[in-house]
């Protein structure tokens, strides 16, 4: 009998002990899912990777103009330009998985290739309020080119360094490496992609280009420039 009572005993505050752990376990998930519904209140309006990239690209537009307004020159009169979108030092960045970093504040340069020369603007861009301050300009001839590149550090830190002959060297860190990496990603993967967000690639083919030719390379720009042109006004 004694021991009939023990496991009646025993039973009943097993069962106090489920109902226990359950009502727990309902208002962890009802919490869980008030914190879910405050996050995505939270992140309701804010823009996907997309969105930022078509903001950038009409950053880079705008400064184009504005480029283009001050040396008095038409797209006609460029044979190439190029971007660099750089992070200010020290500035608050964020991504998503599988996208570039992104910064709420840029030091934009833009590359305008003519006949006379590089003409080069740089500014740094406020992409929460899209303002540009700290207007900065440089003209060089091709033949002051020296060398173009970009180097890397033991942590993935990228600089892109350009050396004109006179010995002045325009560097810009343009990946500040610590990848941060996420589910899915490999090692090397937000660098590279990154660094293509930054334009780093279509730079270097035009100012590598440049230091290694001078003019010859934009007299062959602009026979290709009028080879495709031609293609494709060829209504055939």
Do not use: C
């Amino acid at each position: 009998m004694i021991h009939y009572a023990s496991n009646i005993f025993r039973g009943v505050l097993e069962h106090r002990r489920y109902a226990a752990d359950v009502a727990e376990s309902d208002r962890t998930l009802e919490s869980d899912l008030e914190g879910l519904a405050l996050w995505r209140a939270r992140m309701a309006d804010k823009p996907r990777d997309a969105q930022m990239a078509g903001w950038l690209d009409s950053d880079r537009k705008v400064l184009l103009g504005e480029a283009l307004g001050h040396y008095k020159l038409t797209m006609s009169d460029v044979i190439a330009h190029a971007f660099i979108e750089a992070p200010v030092r020290s500035t608050d960045r964020a991504r998503l998985r599988g996208g570039p970093w992104r910064y709420k504040k840029y030091d934009l340069l833009v590359f305008l290739i003519t006949q006379e020369g590089v003409r080069q603007l740089t500014v740094t861009l406020d992409f929460l309020k899209g303002t540009f301050h700290d207007w900065r300009r440089l003209n060089y001839r091709f033949d002051a080119v020296a060398s173009v590149g970009v180097s890397e550090s033991g942590n993935d830190e990228r600089t892109f360094q350009l050396t004109l002959v006179n010995g002045h060297e325009i560097s810009v860190e343009v990946s500040s490496g610590t990848e941060d990496l996420q589910e899915g990603e490999s090692p090397g993967t937000v660098s590279k992609v990154s660094l293509d967000a930054a334009g780093i690639p279509h730079t270097l083919h035009v100012l590598e280009g440049i230091a290694a030719e001078g003019k010859k390379w934009v007299e062959q720009q602009e026979v290709r420039t009028g080879k495709l042109a031609a293609a494709l006004s060829d209504p055939e």
